[in-house]
């Protein structure tokens, strides 16, 4: 994996603005367990993907990736259209997105 992703987690993480997301976008590179200073165990993830640049990064466990698109555009950071479903009626909202830029 090389390139600008990205990338869905399984989890919601926060990002240093203090915020939840649940996906991250930026330069992807792939590092072993020991970017984290310890060597983890067979039941534990032994690949992480940073993404970001050296100053600023998110360092995902490959098993909490969930999906990756490779995209070298910056995805649309604006309010994002959704829907809810109550009582049987749709309505629709507008909602911040939950992609953090590590750029």
Not at 26 to 47: C, M, P
Not at 66 to 84: I, V
Request: hydrophobic share 30%; with cysteine.
């Amino acid at each position: 994996m090389k390139g600008k992703y990205l990338i869905t987690t399984d989890a919601w993480f926060y990002a240093p603005d203090g915020k939840q997301y649940k996906g991250v976008w930026g330069e992807v590179e792939i590092v072993s367990d020991t970017i984290l200073g310890i060597k983890t165990n067979a039941r534990s993830s032994n690949w992480y993907a940073k993404v970001g640049s050296e100053e600023n990064h998110v360092i995902i466990a490959g098993c909490q990736i969930h999906y990756a698109c490779k995209s070298k555009n910056k995805p649309n950071t604006d309010l994002t259209a959704d829907y809810t479903v109550d009582a049987g009626e749709c309505k629709n909202y507008n909602r911040p997105t939950s992609i953090y830029i590590t750029e």
